[in-house]
């Protein structure tokens, strides 16, 4: 089964609409269609860019595709300061991030609301990238892979086995994130492997294969490529190594 490698740019609470346009800019010139046929690239802005984004993806028909950092639960309705899946999908978005570690850290999202954030993504045909990762407490005890694998179940807990196939799943332990502190290959195969294997048995393993499991946490041009070259990872959602230009597209380079 081949999985065409997906890397993510999660640009979190930067950059306003101009710059957003600058920085989508000079990606659009780095990138070639060689590049394209073997990594998807897309960019996570944060809401206030997505028109922008999009004006400038149409106008000059990018291959750079785009999304959003969140979504409600809900599609409508007196939810203030909230943003639906229907608005998102509105604005061309192709993914939306569920269950980002600072989402349950900042604001208590837990594994129910994750999992109805998933199937709003769904409802409005929205790939979800699905984020989860241990803190530092669990990965001192060793206990990583089975509160991801528990992270898992709740998020696709009533999702069908044809939403998951196209679904995402990010693997970010906490303590990696924005630290420096970038997780081994090997830490990163151990949870990715467990991830598709536990896919395996709630759904099957054409489902398993299918899904694309990316690994964040400190991503750089530097560490991208022994990352990439384990076989239950399929791709990078990266944060701050996102913002610079040049690095983000060493990093969807693999590092070359
Ligand atoms: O979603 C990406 C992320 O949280 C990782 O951030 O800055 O460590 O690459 P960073």
């Known amino acids: 089964m081949s999985r065409k490698p997906l890397i993510a740019g999660n640009w979190k609470m930067n950059k306003n609409h101009l710059e957003a346009i600058k920085l ?24 206030t860019d ?31 300061g909230e943003i639906s899946g229907a608005q998102l999908a509105k604005l061309g ?10 989402r349950r850290q900042y604001h208590a999202e837990d594994d129910a609301l994750v999992n109805a954030k998933v199937k709003a993504a769904y409802r409005h045909g929205i790939t979800p990238i699905l984020c989860v990762g241990e803190g530092l407490p669990i990965r001192q005890a060793g206990d990583q892979v089975p509160y991801t694998i528990a992270q898992v179940d709740g998020a696709l807990a009533g999702v069908s086995a044809e939403q998951v196939k196209s679904i995402v799943i990010a693997y970010e332990p906490v303590w990696a994130i924005g630290t420096g502190e970038v997780a081994t290959p090997e830490d990163a ?3 990715c492997g467990a991830i598709r294997t536990r896919l395996a048995g709630l759904y099957d393993r054409e489902v398993a294969d299918a899904v694309r499991i990316l690994y964040g946490g400190s991503v750089k041009s530097d560490n991208t ?15 701050g190594a996102s913002l610079d230009p040049g690095e983000f597209v060493k990093i969807c380079r693999f590092g070359e």
């Open 189 to 191: 195969q151990e949870v």
């Open 24 to 47: 989508v800019q000079e990606l659009a010139f780095s990138f070639t269609d060689k590049d394209f046929d073997k990594v998807e690239v897309a960019v996570l802005p944060p809401f």
């Open 50 to 80: 997505l028109r922008s984004v999009q004006t400038l993806v149409d106008g000059d028909k990018l291959r750079i595709e785009y999304g959003a950092q969140d979504l409600s639960a809900h599609d409508a309705g007196a939810y203030t």
């Open 225 to 239: 490529a022994g990352i990439m070259a384990k076989p239950d990872v399929d791709g990078a959602l990266v944060g």
């Open 93 to 102: 978005c192709a993914f939306v991030l569920a269950g980002h570690s600072e």
